[in-house]
């Protein structure tokens, strides 16, 4: 469908002021919290099912803690009741403690030490720090400690610390490595992303479950990204971004006092409920479960997941490369211009309230059902930034829209209700789009009707009563237009022309044309008993009507012009007008139009004319009423005026001649049974014959 220059201005216009808000709205952050939402909805319902045998949790839960209480031993508990479990799990893979031990227990150091040769006896135990923000020198053993513990590696943390917490020295010499454990939530307070690398006076740190892959020397550097099997992980402004299996427990769940009770089992060469084998090649998670330990955080899946939660779905996505892949947002921001160009072009496109509902809804699913199957397939696109794009697109192109609509109705009321019946109108109102600026090729009927001897008459009335009777006489044959469904083209002295087939095309126009012409000539008689004393002869109108192609449109000039037609078919339908001068007849048709009732109305043929300044001739009828109001002495008159003219055509001159005056002495002021007759007799008195004699010629318009 062609888009008209106003449209391209405005779809312009539009799409860069609704791109332009909804960019200042994805960058200033005002959708992040609409978007985090969106976020865990989309995690919820769409995350990958998962249940890792590779990796449990060990739960020091509120069981374990009464548990333990019922034997006199009280949270905070000593040192000593972690050594057995971490003893237990030496055949594990990697046990992260999830526990600061920052300070001596309050026990004495021994308690200190039974923990840290358990630590190291299992060898493979790895215990978290703290970064703080703090500025707080480290000291030489602080610094010792962190140049072991950092990556060498050309990276650029986006977050920087100043200070740490670390465990105490009976326990940080015999752990396998250590990383930070400091993991800010979102602004909703939500865990949806963890920082794999920080700094520290110029140092990076690893984090948490990052130091197992460095201490294993799995990871890889290249142009300041990390890879873990030579798989990028895709870690944006120093974060990675994490995929929560959607199912509740996608880890084993162990309670403390379980491994305890299994511990001591075994040392009572006692079968215990959990052997020691079941770890064997596990990565194990000790971390604090009870309520009022504090360490309970929302992810997108649950409102309150432990923070071991956090660090093992970590573990488990860097481990089984199980990545969601965050789009750029350069890439957002080209989807978001995108649409907003594209809305308002579609909306522009058609004033139709329900269909451009309907491309609203499909575009609001597209974006929907985009964004979830790529979600599926663990690749992330904002859904609120293309969404609120997409709405202030719609609102602002349909503001613009219905006030441009506005517009179009109020023009297409105010030109065409003046001339043209209410339904076609409506219609119009429905369908601004058949109007077109300029004009084009449509086959249309088209209706002159001029009063008779006009000039005559108004020579007899004051010019008052002359004005009056023509609005009269003009106004009544508007209304009977109107009401047939034409459009009156314009007023021409005391000529009225008109058309049908446009701005609307029907397959009655030429029915609708013949019933106006008819409901004219009786219109009159009861002007004429208003306007014209008894004995003065009465007003007439003669009409012609022509179907066939002409230019419609609005033409004119920018300043001024009008809703017409022109062309050969509107000068041939002005010429048969005057045709009936002729055949001193009242309404003539030509027989394209005649040919298009379908025989519904009653007509005699004249003949094939040809007009002054055309050299087609052109085959016509006078009409004289409805098919089924034919009376049988109009129906018998018409079979003689036929036969008659067959004769004619046939060159039996006498046998015409006596039909065509016998039709006279029945109607005596019958113009064609008199031209017919006249020519009759001078082809009976030697009047030599033509090429063409048979065709009509017309020397006046």
């Given at each position: 469908?062609p888009?008209h220059?106003?449209n391209?201005?405005?779809?312009?216009v539009?799409g860069c002021?609704s791109?332009?808000?909804s960019l200042?709205l994805?960058l200033?952050?005002?959708?992040?919290?609409?978007?985090?939402k969106?976020?865990?909805?989309?995690s919820r319902?769409?995350?990958p099912?998962r249940?890792s045998?590779?990796?449990?949790?060990?739960?020091?839960?509120?069981?374990?803690?009464?548990?333990?209480s019922?034997?006199?031993?009280?949270?905070?508990?000593?040192?000593q009741?972690?050594?057995?479990?971490?003893d237990?799990?030496s055949?594990?893979?990697?046990?992260?403690v999830?526990?600061l031990?920052?300070?001596?227990?309050?026990?004495?150091k021994?308690?200190d030490?039974?923990?840290?040769d358990?630590i190291q006896r299992?060898?493979n135990?790895y215990?978290?720090?703290?970064?703080s923000k703090?500025h707080?020198?480290?000291?030489?053993?602080?610094a010792q400690f962190?140049?072991?513990?950092?990556?060498k590696?050309?990276?650029?943390?986006?977050?920087s610390?100043?200070?740490m917490?670390?465990p105490?020295?009976a326990?940080?010499?015999?752990?396998q490595?250590?990383?930070?454990?400091?993991?800010?939530?979102d602004?909703?307070?939500v865990?949806?992303?963890?920082?794999?690398v920080?700094?520290?006076n110029?140092?990076?740190?690893p984090s948490f479950?990052?130091s197992?892959?460095a201490?294993k020397r799995l990871?890889?550097?290249?142009k300041?990204?990390l890879?873990?099997d030579s798989?990028s992980?895709p870690?944006i402004?120093?974060t990675?971004?994490?995929?929560y299996?959607s199912?509740?427990?996608?880890?084993?769940?162990?309670?403390f006092v379980?491994?305890?009770?299994a511990?001591?089992?075994?040392?009572k060469?006692?079968p215990?409920?959990?052997p020691?084998?079941?770890?064997?090649?596990k990565v194990?998670?000790?971390?604090?479960?009870a309520?009022g330990?504090f360490?309970?955080k929302?992810t997108p899946?649950s409102?309150?997941?432990p923070?071991?939660?956090v660090?093992?779905?970590?573990?488990e996505n860097?481990?089984?490369t199980?990545?969601i892949?965050?789009?750029?947002n350069?890439f957002?921001v080209?989807?978001?211009?995108?649409i907003g160009?594209l809305i308002p072009?579609a909306?522009?496109q058609?004033?139709?309230?329900s269909?451009?509902?309907c491309i609203?809804?499909?575009?609001?699913?597209?974006?929907?059902l985009t964004t979830a199957l790529?979600?599926?397939l663990?690749?992330?696109?904002?859904i609120?930034p293309?969404?609120a794009s997409l709405i202030?697109?719609f609102i602002?192109a349909?503001?613009?829209?219905?006030a441009?609509?506005?517009?179009?109705r109020l023009f297409?009321?105010?030109?065409?209700?003046?001339?043209?019946?209410?339904?076609v109108?409506e219609?119009?109102?429905?369908?601004?789009?058949?109007i077109?600026p300029?004009?084009?090729?449509?086959?249309?009927t088209v209706f002159?009707?001029?009063?008779?001897g006009?000039?005559?008459?108004?020579?007899?009335?004051?010019?008052e009563?002359?004005?009056?009777?023509?609005?009269r006489i003009l106004?009544e044959?508007t209304?009977i237009v109107i009401?047939?469904?034409g459009?009156v083209d314009?007023?021409?002295?005391?000529?009225?022309?008109a058309?049908?087939g446009?701005?609307?095309?029907?397959?009655a126009?030429?029915?609708?044309a013949?019933r106006a012409?008819?409901?004219?000539i009786?219109?009159?008689?009861?002007?004429?008993k208003?306007?014209?004393p008894p004995?003065?002869?009465e007003i007439a109108i003669?009409?012609g009507?022509?179907?066939g192609e002409?230019?419609?449109?609005n033409i004119?000039s920018?300043?001024l012009f009008n809703?017409?037609v022109?062309?050969?078919t509107?000068n041939?339908?002005?010429?048969?007008?005057s045709v009936?001068?002729?055949?001193?007849?009242?309404?003539?048709v030509s027989?394209?139009?005649?040919?298009?009732?379908?025989n519904?109305f009653?007509a005699r043929?004249?003949?094939l004319i040809e007009?002054?300044g055309k050299?087609?001739?052109?085959?016509?009828f006078?009409?004289?009423?409805?098919?089924?109001e034919?009376s049988?002495?109009?129906k018998?008159?018409l079979?003689?005026?036929?036969?008659g003219?067959?004769?004619?055509?046939?060159?039996?001159w006498?046998e015409?001649?006596d039909?065509?005056e016998?039709l006279?002495?029945?109607?005596p002021d019958?113009?064609?049974s008199?031209f017919?007759?006249a020519?009759?007799e001078d082809?009976l008195?030697?009047?030599?014959?033509?090429?063409n004699w048979?065709i009509v010629k017309m020397?006046?318009?």
């Amino acid at each position: 469908m062609p888009v008209h220059k106003r449209n391209i201005k405005g779809i312009c216009v539009l799409g860069c002021a609704s791109f332009a808000i909804s960019l200042l709205l994805f960058l200033s952050g005002a959708l992040r919290g609409f978007e985090y939402k969106a976020f865990d909805l989309l995690s919820r319902y769409l995350n990958p099912q998962r249940l890792s045998e590779h990796i449990c949790i060990i739960q020091v839960d509120q069981r374990s803690i009464d548990a333990l209480s019922t034997q006199g031993i009280t949270w905070p508990w000593p040192r000593q009741v972690y050594a057995p479990v971490i003893d237990y799990l030496s055949e594990a893979e990697a046990v992260f403690v999830d526990i600061l031990f920052t300070e001596e227990s309050s026990y004495g150091k021994d308690d200190d030490s039974l923990l840290g040769d358990s630590i190291q006896r299992a060898g493979n135990v790895y215990l978290p720090i703290f970064l703080s923000k703090e500025h707080k020198p480290l000291t030489e053993a602080d610094a010792q400690f962190v140049d072991r513990i950092a990556i060498k590696a050309p990276l650029s943390p986006s977050l920087s610390y100043h200070s740490m917490l670390t465990p105490i020295g009976a326990l940080r010499n015999h752990a396998q490595s250590f990383g930070n454990v400091t993991i800010l939530p979102d602004e909703d307070g939500v865990y949806r992303r963890m920082p794999l690398v920080f700094a520290l006076n110029h140092r990076i740190v690893p984090s948490f479950v990052l130091s197992y892959f460095a201490h294993k020397r799995l990871l890889t550097f290249k142009k300041n990204a990390l890879y873990i099997d030579s798989t990028s992980i895709p870690v944006i402004n120093g974060t990675l971004l994490l995929q929560y299996p959607s199912n509740k427990n996608p880890f084993s769940l162990i309670s403390f006092v379980d491994i305890l009770n299994a511990y001591i089992d075994e040392n009572k060469k006692r079968p215990p409920s959990i052997p020691k084998t079941f770890f064997k090649g596990k990565v194990v998670f000790i971390g604090l479960t009870a309520a009022g330990l504090f360490d309970l955080k929302p992810t997108p899946i649950s409102p309150t997941a432990p923070g071991t939660i956090v660090h093992a779905t970590a573990f488990e996505n860097i481990r089984h490369t199980h990545f969601i892949v965050p789009a750029y947002n350069l890439f957002i921001v080209l989807i978001m211009a995108l649409i907003g160009a594209l809305i308002p072009y579609a909306v522009l496109q058609r004033h139709s309230l329900s269909i451009n509902l309907c491309i609203f809804s499909l575009s609001i699913g597209a974006i929907l059902l985009t964004t979830a199957l790529l979600f599926r397939l663990s690749i992330y696109i904002q859904i609120i930034p293309l969404i609120a794009s997409l709405i202030l697109s719609f609102i602002m192109a349909s503001l613009y829209s219905y006030a441009i609509e506005g517009r179009e109705r109020l023009f297409i009321k105010r030109t065409f209700s003046q001339y043209m019946d209410n339904k076609v109108v409506e219609y119009l109102l429905k369908n601004p789009a058949i109007i077109k600026p300029g004009g084009q090729k449509q086959e249309i009927t088209v209706f002159f009707a001029d009063i008779a001897g006009f000039t005559t008459i108004s020579e007899r009335y004051a010019p008052e009563d002359t004005a009056l009777m023509l609005h009269r006489i003009l106004n009544e044959l508007t209304e009977i237009v109107i009401q047939h469904f034409g459009v009156v083209d314009k007023y021409i002295g005391d000529c009225i022309m008109a058309f049908w087939g446009a701005p609307v095309k029907t397959q009655a126009d030429e029915s609708h044309a013949c019933r106006a012409a008819l409901a004219c000539i009786k219109r009159l008689q009861d002007i004429h008993k208003q306007f014209l004393p008894p004995g003065i002869e009465e007003i007439a109108i003669r009409i012609g009507m022509h179907t066939g192609e002409a230019i419609v449109g609005n033409i004119g000039s920018d300043r001024l012009f009008n809703y017409t037609v022109i062309g050969d078919t509107v000068n041939l339908a002005s010429r048969l007008e005057s045709v009936n001068k002729f055949f001193k007849t009242k309404i003539i048709v030509s027989e394209e139009t005649i040919r298009k009732t379908n025989n519904n109305f009653m007509a005699r043929e004249l003949g094939l004319i040809e007009v002054k300044g055309k050299t087609i001739p052109v085959r016509i009828f006078e009409l004289i009423g409805e098919a089924h109001e034919a009376s049988p002495e109009q129906k018998d008159f018409l079979l003689h005026y036929h036969s008659g003219l067959s004769l004619y055509r046939e060159k039996r001159w006498q046998e015409a001649h006596d039909i065509f005056e016998e039709l006279i002495q029945h109607v005596p002021d019958d113009g064609p049974s008199q031209f017919y007759k006249a020519q009759c007799e001078d082809y009976l008195s030697g009047m030599p014959l033509t090429e063409n004699w048979t065709i009509v010629k017309m020397k006046e318009k």
